[in-house]
């Protein structure tokens, strides 16, 4: 038995990956129980951690450090690649004042860390530790060790101690605002999602298909390349019926006559102007423009090549080689119309128009290979992590502010993958990853990262609670976290009628919580916390590490 004692108790690597795996497990497995229909999720792996910590399983501090920080980059990149491509689009949207929401809940933070600061005579380094806990924000913690020991020459422990035992009820307090704030609202999630639905509006580039009368003497005996100098909007024109009634494939080259009528495919906020340019509408049904005698059909193909990503859909000029029309393209569950200056990703799905022996060649251009898709796009992941570490050490100086700030090593991963999301395609990057290869990514990274948080706060979390002023601590802490999200949920809600699930995210961003963030997701089981939390994500951590050390420059 001795070889099986000092497998689990002496410090190695055999030590460290039996213990993290036997925290993670037994953490799901208590992930399973509910209360009332309610649980904590995979936040149970933090207690666990505690728990094993207690009993004596105590791995490497400087393993631990290392592996909890790649945990942690690993969820915030994959959470940066999944909401990137429509991160821009949900901060023209609303990010203005999700941004403002959430740089109130951290000023109000801060606000009652002073004001428990002059009451409890608790020292203002301490409590900055106890903030950092309260919110979970590891970042500010590193933060404010640093600045401190750069100040005084040595470290104190009060700082790493308030922020091991405020964070676990740091984790709890944000997820019960998030269930309570449920109850208080008496939120229907199905209603909910369809109201969200409703107020986003039309997704300006959500495509239709519509049949029209050319009644516009304007675009009379024009081709179709000619009459696209019309309008600065995005069309398609599929197919083309004469005064005769014969139907026919369009192409650049298709002259209109008055009389005639047109399948279009262009984007629904754009019908108005092209019923416009066309003069009228026609009664032309859908199935109406079959054309089975042509020898023509519509197929999907998925986008496959490499030499094929980032290019747009004009440089391959598949019309002239084949003489097929694309008619749309999907990505990621969105239509979008087939623009000539559009460029093409991997894991796109093109539709085609034309014969089967013409689709079947610009198949092999394009490549509409399934299994080609499964293949982890590596490069795209670690070289965007290592140029995010990068950018989040870059130190930033304000003014007066006498030490340089830095967005850390969460916040910069995060930034980095949004950005390679959506315009890694420019610069030929492949950021295509399957939605289960982003979950796996996603679920490893939040579980090693709250199995080492558990880990170390464990060691000095009973002592503190039992001898010192832990207790205390924990309900400042406490109140740090559930006070100012509760208030600004309040009047975001009530003032700015903001969605529920756009609120959890918020709500979870404002917090850096990744905890909440997998819970609100899970709870959700849609992507609308994901984006909101990205959407403030990077404001947050600026603003938490930068009044982290604020707080201890001025104690």
Not at 213 to 232: G, V, Y
Not at 326 to 334: C, L, W
Not at 474 to 487: D, E, F, K, N, S
Request: net charge positive.
């Amino acid at each position: 038995m001795d070889w099986l004692i000092k497998l689990l108790f002496f410090e190695g690597v055999a030590q460290t990956v039996i213990v993290l795996s036997l925290v993670i497990s037994f953490g799901i497995i208590l992930s399973k129980i509910k209360y009332k229909g309610i649980s904590l999720g995979i936040t149970w792996i933090l207690f666990s951690g505690i728990a094993f910590s207690n009993f004596g399983f105590n791995p490497s501090p400087n393993t631990l450090h290392f592996v909890k920080e790649l945990g942690l980059i690993l969820f915030v990149y994959s959470i940066g690649l999944q909401v990137g491509p429509g991160f821009f689009s949900s901060f023209r949207k609303g990010g203005v004042k999700l941004n403002l929401l959430a740089a109130s809940i951290v000023l109000l933070g801060v606000t009652i860390t002073i004001l428990i600061h002059f009451i409890s005579g608790v020292p203002l380094h301490t409590l900055t530790g106890v903030m950092s806990g309260a919110i979970t924000n590891t970042p500010g913690l590193g933060a404010a060790q640093q600045t401190y020991f750069e100040l005084n020459g040595f470290n104190d422990p009060s700082i790493a101690t308030g922020y091991a035992v405020a964070y676990p009820l740091g984790v709890v307090g944000i997820i019960i605002v998030i269930i309570s704030l449920k109850r208080m609202f008496k939120i229907d999630v199905n209603r909910e999602y369809d109201n969200y639905k409703n107020e986003e509006g039309d997704n300006p580039e959500e495509t239709i298909k519509l049949s029209f009368k050319i009644l516009n003497p304007l675009i009379a005996e024009k081709t179709i390349s000619q009459i696209r100098k019309f309008s600065d909007k995005p069309f398609i024109i599929s197919r083309y019926k004469n005064s005769d009634g014969v139907i026919e494939i369009a192409s650049a080259n298709t002259l209109l006559y008055l009389g005639g009528e047109v399948l279009v495919i262009l984007r629904k906020t754009d019908r108005d102007t092209i019923l416009a340019l066309f003069g009228g509408e026609s009664d032309m049904k859908s199935d109406e423009w079959l054309t089975y005698d042509l020898n023509v059909s519509p197929r999907r193909v998925l986008v496959t090549k490499e030499d094929i990503h980032g290019k747009s859909l004009a440089s391959l000029k598949l019309g002239k080689a084949f003489g097929i029309i694309v008619t749309r393209i999907n990505r990621a569950g969105v239509d979008l119309v087939a623009r000539p200056d559009l460029r093409l990703q991997i894991g796109d799905r093109i539709t085609l128009v034309g014969t089967s022996e013409a689709i079947d060649a610009a198949t092999h251009i394009i490549g509409n290979s399934q299994s080609r898709l499964n293949e982890p796009n590596l490069i795209a992941i670690f070289l965007g992590i290592a140029i995010g570490i990068l950018f989040g050490s870059i130190p930033f100086i304000l003014p007066g502010v006498p030490q340089p700030v830095k967005l850390g090593l969460a916040g910069g991963p995060l930034i980095v993958a949004i950005l390679i999301s959506r315009f890694g395609p420019k610069l030929k990057l492949v950021t295509y990853t399957t939605m289960s290869a982003n979950l796996m990514l996603r679920e490893v990274g939040i579980s090693l990262f709250l199995a080492c948080v558990g880990l170390e706060a464990g060691r000095g979390f009973v002592e503190t609670l039992v001898n010192g002023d832990g207790v205390l601590w924990m309900l400042y802490g406490l109140l740090i976290t559930v006070a100012p999200l509760v208030l600004t949920a309040v009047i975001a809600r009530k003032f700015f009628k903001l969605n529920y699930f756009a609120l959890m995210g918020l709500i979870a961003g404002s917090t850096t919580d990744p905890p909440a963030l997998a819970f609100s997701g899970k709870t959700s089981g849609n992507d609308i916390p994901a984006v909101t939390y990205a959407t403030v994500y990077p404001l947050t951590m600026f603003l938490r590490v930068l009044f982290a050390q604020l707080l201890i420059m001025f104690s």
